[in-house]
């Protein structure tokens, strides 16, 4: 039986930041929380009859800003978790909050709501660049952010950070990695801005934005100085301390199951030897309304095996450790040999390497050049 997550989706901000392409709104004077959890309790009781009792390890409260919803809400909705899951004891529940909108309550609130693990959207240290991202919070907000939240007896932290920032050089890059570690977190994550469509910086890229070679330097080098501080790199853009890794994303990389609910979250569930997607309404009302007519999907379809391949491969070369033969043969329902000519032709590249006894993983190089090793893979239609 594949692990099982559930996702559950926040869609609310304070401002919607010029850099993001998440399914967030901004959220106005009177954004509907109350409607909205209603909502999410009724999606919740659909995709527990979804589980089929299997257990659920992982909890993972996105958004938006989920800590614009005060600890009461979170309650409710962490409450019906518990009360319509076959929920593990020590299942990992994370919630993402910014440092400056815990204005809803206290982080000692949402941790008796539940929440275990807290991943806070620091992004910079520099006042500068945070106002040139859009963010509603300063660099001083960041420390205060983390104090409240290990007074509330957070032990496991996450703190967001982004690199090649408009007007960001190595120094710069590496100030802000030791300003994060310098308040322990357990978990940085560390990934390149990058200019998605659809968002404000794509329309109008920002100016000092760090070419490719500089990025490159920033990347090496910062990379270079979390393993100094003690940070082991087990993803792409994800940084532990003391084995802290985040359960949930690993659960994804490792192309296991799981749940969505909420405004335009996306689900996989594997039933019998097939692989299913499916997605709810991504607009909040449509969504509100689809759920409160009884409707909490927005259409399912099953993965064919080039779907399967591709997104295996798409998640699991994420990890420089790679994954084992048998890993994909169970998650993907497939044999071992759809990947033998993809996979030679990468051995030859140079882009992947075995890893142990009967696995595989990128390469240095491959790992340089991700994008174009997953797109290897891609059914060729």
Excluded at 188 to 196: D, G, R, V
Excluded at 228 to 255: I, K, M, P, T
Excluded at 286 to 308: F, I
């Amino acid at each position: 039986m594949l692990p099982l997550s559930l996702y559950v989706h926040l869609p609310w901000c304070v401002r919607k930041c010029p850099y993001c392409d998440f399914n967030s709104y901004k959220a106005g004077t009177h954004p509907a929380r109350d409607r909205y959890v209603d909502a999410l309790l009724i999606d919740l009781e659909a995709e527990a009859r979804r589980a089929g009792g299997r257990e659920l390890g992982t909890v993972f409260l996105g958004g938006g800003t989920p800590s614009l919803f005060p600890p009461e809400h979170i309650a409710r909705i962490l409450g019906a978790v518990r009360d319509q899951f076959n929920l593990a004891a020590d299942a990992e529940i994370s919630m993402e909050a910014n440092p400056g909108t815990v204005e809803c309550g206290s982080p000692t609130g949402y941790r008796e709501a539940g929440v275990n693990r807290l991943s806070i959207g620091a992004q910079s240290f520099s006042d500068t660049a945070l106002s040139v991202l859009g963010r509603v919070h300063a660099a001083d907000d960041i420390a205060r952010a983390v104090d409240e939240a290990r007074a509330a007896g957070f032990e496991n932290l996450n703190l967001d950070l982004m690199y090649a920032l408009p007007g960001q050089d190595v120094d710069g890059a590496i100030a802000d990695i030791e300003s994060a570690a310098a308040l322990e977190p357990a978990h940085i994550s560390w990934y390149q801005l990058t200019l998605e469509p659809n968002t404000v910086f794509h329309a109008r890229p920002p100016d000092g934005m760090p070419n490719d070679e500089l990025a490159i330097d920033i990347q090496e080098s910062g990379q270079a100085r979390l393993r100094e501080l003690g940070y082991e790199q087990y993803e792409v853009s994800a940084w532990a301390r003391d084995g802290r890794r985040c359960r949930h994303n690993l659960n994804y990389w490792l192309f296991g199951d799981y749940l969505a609910a909420g405004a335009g979250a996306h689900g996989k569930i594997t039933i019998g030897r097939g692989a299913w997607r499916y997605a709810k309404p991504a607009n909040p009302l449509s969504y509100m309304r689809s759920v409160e007519d009884g409707r909490t999907d927005d259409g399912s379809r099953q993965l064919g095996n080039d779907e399967l391949l591709f997104e295996f491969m798409l998640n699991a070369l994420r990890l420089p450790g790679g994954f084992e033969t048998s890993l994909f043969e169970q998650r993907t329902g497939l044999s071992a040999a759809v990947l033998e000519n993809s996979i030679a032709a990468q051995l030859e590249r140079g882009l992947m390497e075995p890893a142990g006894a009967s696995g595989w993983r990128p390469t240095e190089l491959g790992f340089r050049f991700l994008n174009e090793l997953q797109a290897s893979f891609l059914p060729e239609s």
